[in-house]
């Protein structure tokens, strides 16, 4: 994926339904062997973050309330998910906004891969931005528990903080572009 990255030797060390823990050989820049530990998504390269918008005089930006078993916790997020293997980015992110949230839309734009948390794993994901055109009933699996958001645009950074401080956790990438849209 970058012309820059060095060549090592990765150990699975365990194995599970979902995730993987990882064990990278490498040589730092001084030549010694160094290892680091990570974890790695099982049966997928990725997954598809979809920024979605409902356009109109009060844009509204689509989010998701869902329980997150790690946290423990509801997470305000965007709907996001797994690519399927073979799926393009844009089918992924056309699916999981319907499935999520009930919305259909158009894909206006694919940002390139980004990494969350590259200190921890070596997950990337895609941002898609869509426009939502056409809402039907959401198609949550049976261990989803998802509420569909539509949060105005121009108050979205001081609603998430109202979800934060009732309790709620926050997604990286909804809260750093909510702060991104609000900055001078």
Known sequence: MNKESRASEVTICHEGSWLHFCERRLNDRNGAEQRWEFIRRAGTGGACCVIAHIPGPARRVLCVKQFRPALARY???FPAGLLDSGESFEACARRELKEETGWEGCVLNVDPPIFSSPGMTDEWVVL???????????DHGDL???????IPERQLRTRLQEYHDAGCALDSKLWTWAVGRTMP
């Open 144 to 150: 989803e528990e998802i509420e569909t958001l539509e």
């Open 75 to 77: 997470c305000i997020e």
């Open 128 to 138: 898609v931005h869509m426009e939502a055109t056409e809402r039907h009933a959401p």
